[in-house]
């Protein structure tokens, strides 16, 4: 029987490994959105079935950890983030694929000005993903906090692009389908922020045993 | 120290208060824009913070009697079944006060005719929820598989919807500050209907060892 400090190390690098697959997929959707590539549609599509059958790998791995051996309460935390921090990158997996189904759509018809903030709201989000998933790596806390703080950051500014794009479709009807797919891709976006930010709150849980969650205001 | 059982049996009716909470705050949130009740924004809101409490204290119980204990398979499937509903039923909380929000710009402007669809829609997503926790406590898989059944026919009257409002955004500007918001909330209400999928899943798991997720079209 393989010892369970590897199978804790396996369960990381598998974690690790889909983190990877999720953050290239999001990546490649905006790219699919930006450059007008529709080739990156069928490949967000096929990464994210990748990304189910890791998920399913993952959370019978972390299971059967905990069922074969009695894991002492710090490992049993990591266990318990490990489950958790699964559940959002897929989920992420899942907002990356509707994020190409919608710039599917958009890829028909000129793109709107308000493109540019967009692609802003996406590289804020790309990085609190990659910083998430750093500080689970390093068990830094101080990361993760920086990530919850860019979250905020990422709510202004989806706010903002709401806005305008209302403001667009209220001056011109022509404007209504470009702007839709537009406004549920900012969503899908503020979305994966939050992914990334209850992933960050698992890792301060992780680190210093404080549950951050819902008492934000006081970190 | 009290018994194991018990304390399963505790984590099982916490998880009960807590999936009472959260169907009673959607269904305010609900009455708060067909009724146009301002008076339920505030009880909502309230909802939300002591659905965040229950949350914590569920996580905290259920990890405790992993460290203490060494739970058998079935056991241990069961806690971990109560962590990942834990997570969805408090999502759907944030989505109830998502929807008490836009609720509340809806308010102060006239309803639109989509409001029928939308409210249909809530009755369909309701019941959902009602079953998927029905189901859980009577570890009913077949009930469970009858909420992953309801689910497809939410997608498709979503669409209905999205569309209806697309359509009259297009034909008349001033309907957009009334429309987008609706828009919202029969995202949110999707949501929702994605979160009691979720907890079926997790049913059908606990009840028969299998895992269903991303294979829905193999039942």
């Known amino acids: ?5 590897e199978e804790l190390t396996l369960l990381q690098n598998h974690l690790l490994e889909m983190a990877g697959r999720v953050k290239s997929s999001i990546h490649k959707s905006m790219r699919c959105l930006i450059e007008r590539d529709r080739s990156l549609i069928l490949e967000v599509l096929a990464d994210e079935e990748h990304i189910n059958e890791l998920e399913i790998r993952i959370d019978s791995l972390a299971t059967r950890l905990v069922a074969l051996n009695q894991p002492v309460a710090v490992d049993m935390r990591l ?9 959002d990158l897929e989920r992420m997996g899942d907002l990356a694929v509707s994020i190409v189904q919608r710039a599917s759509e958009l ?26 998933i750093a500080a689970f790596i390093d068990r830094d806390a101080q990361l993760a906090h920086q990530v919850l703080l860019a979250d905020d ?47 960050a709150e698992d890792v301060i849980f992780l680190v210093r045993g404080v549950d951050v969650r819902h008492r934000r205001e006081q970190p």
Not at 1 to 5: P, Q, T, Y
Not at 109 to 132: I, N, W, Y
Not at 166 to 194: F, K, Q, S, Y
Request: zero cysteines; glycine letters at 2%; charged letters at 30%.
């Open 107 to 132: 890829l028909e018809r000129p793109p709107l000005e308000q493109m540019v903030p967009v692609a802003e709201e996406a590289t804020l989000v790309e990085a609190m993903v990659e910083d998430s």
């Open 79 to 87: 266990i318990i983030a490990a489950l958790k921090i699964n559940t």
């Open 1 to 5: 029987m393989i010892r369970f400090e």
């Open 153 to 199: 950051r990422v709510d202004l500014l989806r706010n903002e692009i709401y806005e305008s794009l209302a403001t667009r479709m209220e001056a011109d009807g022509h404007a209504v389908r470009r702007a839709l797919p537009l406004l549920v891709i900012a969503r899908n976006l503020e979305r994966i922020a939050d992914h990334a930010t209850n992933v």
